[in-house]
Each structure stands twice: as C-alpha cells, then as structure tokens.
C-alpha cells in the first residue's frame, strides 16, 4: 500500500496559459533518476492523484514537477491554482522503471525523445549526471506544439555546455515554423531521415537505444517507423532490444 506525504508548495512558475513547474518539499524516499511520484489532493473527501516525473536530480531537495492544465482535468488545473506555501499530497516512495541501469550495455548512442511535459525524466537524469559517461553521444529531442512551449530550452542549452560535444539537443515545433527547430512530428522526422540530418548522428540497430516519453500516439507511433525502418524492436529485462519507454500506473 502507498503511503503519502505531506508536500509543501515553495514556488509554482508559470510558463504560458497551461504550462506549469511545481517546486516542493517533502519528506520523501530517495528515489532514481527517471522515475516518478504520484501527486495529490483531498477534495471533499476523495483523493485526487496522478503520476508525474521528477524534473529535479535525485541529490536535490527541491522536487520539481512540469505539469500542463488539461481542460476538464480532474487534477491539472486545481493544481494549476495552487499557489506558494499551500500543501499537497505526495507518494513517499517513487515508482518506475526509465532509468539508466535499464539501457543494455552495448549502447553507444542514447536518444532520449520527449513530447511535451514528458521531458522531466530526462532532465532529471542528465542532471543528474551519473553513468552517462559509458555513452559516446546522447541525443535529447523535444517536441512540442508551438514555440513558447519550449519552457526548459534554457535548461537544456544549460546542458549541453556542462556536457559538451557528448549532448545535443534537437527542438521539433508541430504547428507552426521556429528558428533553430524542425518543423513537424518525430515519427515523420525519423521517417524521412531528416532528425538524424539535423543532428548528425545516424540510428542503428547494432549500437544505438531509443527512450520514448510523451503522448502515446507519438510513443506508438516512433515504435512502428523504428521497428519498421531499421528493424528495431521493444527493450525488456528479460529480452533486451532497443526502443524502451516509459508507463505510469
């Protein structure tokens, strides 16, 4: 059985009209970089949770969560509302299995792809350094809808000078044209080769390893094309392969 937490709100920033970051403190369990906790609050009575990922590196205390509002959310948006020195609710123990001692050994060059919010487990494991250095490229792609929901590019442009030539970083904006990013949808860009073009580094089945996060679309389809394309297949414990991707429960 779970047992929570009480969180205490330190600050809440707010990127655009539904993009959020949650900043807490809670006595929680140490948890591995790439998992997640369950947030919640009591609303007449019920417990309302969902799961999200860490932002924040393991060592660091303030525990970070990047959120986006659903529209008729049964949790977002109240939490959305939230402000400084209010409480929530929070899973001691963190849960999850996206984490590096999953990658197989053989693996040279790591892409860490993401739609949306689903960032945080990545920049929760780049930050937090540890066992990135057996990996001789490693390649963050972000995707998003617009350009104003880039909220952690500065973070992330952060990174790659912490972690120099080993880390690039590849911006996609879906509905509209932005400098410095590919326009379109990762399963599409890998399709036509354009987001190995961008970044310089070709996928292949014999050395590379792909992480998916984000929307299940996106998730379902990126499988299909690597699948497809270059003959990749699904990673588990028990047969190891090369696509690996994240479920929360």
Known sequence: MEKWVTGHLIEIKHWTENLFT???????????????AKLGLEIQGQRIQRAYSYVNAPNNNNLEFYLVSVPNGKLS???????SGDTLIITKQARGSFVLDQIPPSC???WMLATGTALGPYLSILQH?????KFTKIILVHAVRFAKDMSYLPKMIDLVHIFGGKLKIQTIVSRESSLGSLTGR??????????????GVKLNVKDTHVMLCGNPCMVR???????EKLGMCKHF?????????????
């Open 22 to 36: 949650l900043i807490v403190q809670a006595p929680i369990d140490p948890f591995i970089a790439g998992q997640f």
């Open 77 to 83: 948006p109240l939490l959305h509302l939230l402000k």
């Open 108 to 110: 040279k060059y790591l």
């Open 129 to 133: 350094g540890e066992e990135l250095t």
């Open 186 to 199: 990762i399963p599409a860009l890998i399709a036509d080769g354009s987001l190995e073009a961008a970044v």
């Open 221 to 227: 389809e990126t499988q299909q094309v690597l699948q």
């Open 237 to 249: 414990k028990e047969k190891p392969g090369n696509i690996f991707s994240e479920n929360y429960w």
